[in-house]
């Protein structure tokens, strides 16, 4: 939210109303300073589960505590935050119910944000993102000042904050899945490479819409076990899993998924990666890089947000058009379309040079 018009204060008239714009702007940036507990109060309720206990209608903060076995007065204040930005609404008699933005809380919902929002909030999201004069001083991630490890090492080791970290990204995931698969036309035959895929989520849906292509969901073994893809049997015997360190070496196909890959590393590994897909790729084959593209000006977008988690707890960042064509021609691609879809994400795609 913008405070004022952007004029500097000087250009404003007068000592009095000099003044009285300081008095002011220093409200509004305690209250900016404050905006962190909005998020707090959200991952506690996503935690405890409040939105599904809300799915059969209003309740009043006691009885929902009782149910969620949390402490009423804490559970009362915590609501009353989040009705304050319309995730829940109190009525006269007290009782809380959900909005339409909260309905996406419930756990048991198409799209359901609850696991996503957990994700997002974990202490390893959250931890480096209150360390970011780390990132500022040292010009490096937090994540491994406080982790003493790199952010997918660390998920390779600790299976709570992995299950944490894919089961949420699949939920963030989900909502763009579709909208993206029916974004881009893909060629009626050959093979779908995810890489990086995750639970793949992305995958089934292109199959689903492309009956002709077959798939491969590339990712590390411990992410395979949890895919979406098995619980599918219209596209049984159409898809593999392979485990692999995208790294060393891709699989080969005609069209190269990166979804939210590129965002997560610095660009000399991306180059590596694109190197890699490159060599991987078949014949008059694409490679489809998934990402946000910062769009130019002061407007708020997703991806300036997200650009500062992937600064505290990755190596990577967000990029400009400029950047991903920088990065294209660096690993011997050219950038070909960037096709935006409904989803924050656009489709900028690539072939080989
Ligand atoms: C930000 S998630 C994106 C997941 C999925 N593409 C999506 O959009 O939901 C990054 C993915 O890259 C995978 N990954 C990270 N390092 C990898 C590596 N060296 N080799 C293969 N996969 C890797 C992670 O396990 C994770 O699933």
Not at 108 to 125: C, F, G, K, Q, Y
Request: charged letters at 20%.
């Amino acid at each position: 939210m913008s405070h004022d018009d952007g004029r500097a204060i000087g250009e404003q008239a007068g000592a009095g109303e000099q003044e009285e714009a300081l008095r002011s702007s220093a409200a509004f940036l305690v209250d900016e300073a404050l905006g962190f507990l909005f998020p707090a109060a959200l991952r506690a309720a996503a935690e405890v589960g409040v939105a599904d206990h809300l799915a059969t209608g209003p309740a009043l903060p006691a009885d929902l505590a009782a149910a969620t076995g949390t402490d009423a007065r804490n559970l009362h204040r915590v609501l009353r935050l989040l009705a304050t930005r319309g995730i829940v609404a109190e009525d006269e008699q007290g009782r809380f119910a959900l909005t339409g933005a909260g309905q996406a809380l419930r756990s048991d919902v198409p799209h359901s944000a609850r696991t996503a929002i957990r994700m997002l909030t974990d202490r390893t999201m959250w931890g480096p993102a209150g360390e970011l004069t780390h990132c500022l001083t040292e010009g490096s991630t937090a994540f491994e000042k406080l982790f003493g490890m790199p952010f997918f090492d660390h998920f390779a080791k600790d299976e709570r904050t992995a299950a944490v970290f894919h089961v949420g990204m699949a939920a963030m995931s989900d909502p763009e899945n579709a909208p993206i698969a029916a974004a881009y036309d893909f060629p009626a035959s050959g093979t779908v490479v995810d890489i990086g895929g995750g639970h793949g989520g992305l995958l089934l849906e292109v199959l689903r819409r492309n009956p002709g292509l077959e798939g491969v969901l590339y990712d590390r073994s411990h992410v395979l076990a949890g895919n979406r893809l098995d619980s599918h049997g219209e596209i049984a015997g159409r898809w593999t899993p392979q485990d692999g360190d995208f790294f060393s070496s891709v699989p080969s196909g005609d069209v190269h998924l990166l979804k939210r890959i590129t965002h997560d590393w610095d660009d000399d590994s991306c180059v590596t990666l694109l190197g890699h897909c490159r060599s991987a790729l078949r014949p008059g084959g694409r490679i489809l890089v998934l990402d946000a593209v910062v769009p130019p000006g002061n407007g708020p977008h997703q991806s300036k947000a997200l650009d500062l988690m992937m600064m505290a707890s990755l190596t990577g960042r967000e990029r400009t058009e400029a950047d991903f064509a920088e990065l294209f021609g660096r690993a011997g691609l050219r950038l070909s379309r960037v096709i935006p879809t409904s989803t924050v994400l656009s489709v900028v795609e690539g072939v080989v040079a």
